[in-house]
């Protein structure tokens, strides 16, 4: 196990390198000058010159990407264009708001389609099957931007039980982690129901009913463990998902998080921010997948790790 961890996490190098050097490679690739639009519309063509020699745009582009990468193992990952402060300090500040943002809406679309996807399996083509299912559909396909934009016109405007944007009070979260787990509380309840119909014609399942067990021993104990690993895979990408996704959510709730900070940053051509953010974000991705591989072994004991392989 201990070396199936070293494994993976040598493993992220590659991938955060490789990740990097794809959006350094991106932004640069954008039209327009980068240093006219850090210096500003009624800049002077000096000035454009010396920020351009400032921020080490003059420079070859491997070489401005062998500096990043140089600084950026020290901790130092530049200052903000727009800001002029830290970038560690920009990222630090709004981090902790979209971690607390996703969390909400996962530990929500948890609650909300596990059980939901578990009652619809064990009573299937019920009523409550079916119009569970219908809702996770809807739940799945709604746009992110419209359904925000009904719940501020429902639950902010006419009946003013929650503010529209900003943070501040727990109120403040209610709708935008609603809007955000949404489509993720419909993907579990359709995978939920479909691990769970799968396992519940197992044999060892049928063993368990013939030796006149319970039903709810039979669904809690000993088929939901099995049923749980596709679900256990789709919540940790989900919660990747929703740190690095929250872009839109943000956007129209005026949450100060870290998707909104990559969407400002990447306008305004700020390149420290823009490649720090994602970087972070994607070595994250990598992290919540090796803890959701390490998960499997404590859901299922079939499944073993040796030498770095699990079987």
Do not use: C
């Not at 019920?126 to 359904?147: E, H, K, Q, R, T």
Request: glycine share 8%; proline share 6%; charged share 15%.
């Amino acid at each position: 196990m201990y070396q199936y961890i070293a494994r993976r996490l040598i493993l992220t190098i590659p991938v955060v390198l490789g990740v990097s050097i794809i959006v350094f490679a991106i932004i640069r690739m954008l039209p327009g000058d980068p240093a006219r639009a850090m210096a500003g519309p009624q800049a002077s063509p000096q000035y454009i010159e010396s920020v351009r020699a400032r921020y080490g745009l003059d420079q070859p582009i491997p070489v401005q990407y062998v500096t990043f990468m140089s600084r950026a193992v020290q901790g130092d990952l530049g200052v903000s264009v727009f800001s002029r402060r830290p970038v560690m300090t920009e990222i630090g500040e709004r981090f902790p708001r979209t971690l607390l943002l996703a969390s909400v809406s996962l530990l929500l679309a948890t609650a909300i389609g596990v059980p939901a996807g578990i009652i619809s399996a064990t009573r299937r083509n019920s009523l409550f099957d079916n119009a569970s299912m219908i809702a996770a559909l809807v739940g799945v396909a709604a746009p992110v931007f419209w359904l925000a934009l009904m719940l501020q016109l429902l639950f902010a405007v006419q009946l003013g039980w929650f503010p529209s944007s900003g943070i501040g009070t727990p109120a403040h979260l209610v709708l935008p982690s609603v809007t955000l787990g949404a489509a993720s509380a419909g993907l579990f309840a359709r995978i939920t129901r479909s691990s769970m119909l799968e396992v519940l014609r197992e044999d060892y399942v049928t063993t368990a009913r013939a030796k006149g067990l319970a039903e709810n021993v039979v669904v809690y104990k000993h088929a939901l463990k099995s049923a749980m690993i596709p679900v256990v895979t789709v919540l940790g990408l989900q919660f990747g998902i929703l740190l690095g996704g929250a872009v839109l959510t943000e956007t129209v709730f005026a949450w100060p998080g870290i998707g909104r900070l990559l969407v400002d940053s990447i306008l305004r051509r700020d390149y420290p921010v823009v490649q720090a953010t994602v970087m972070m974000l994607a070595f994250l991705f990598v992290i919540i997948n090796l803890v959701v591989d390490i998960a499997y072994a404590f859901l299922d004991p079939r499944i073993q790790y040796q030498g770095g392989q699990s079987e």
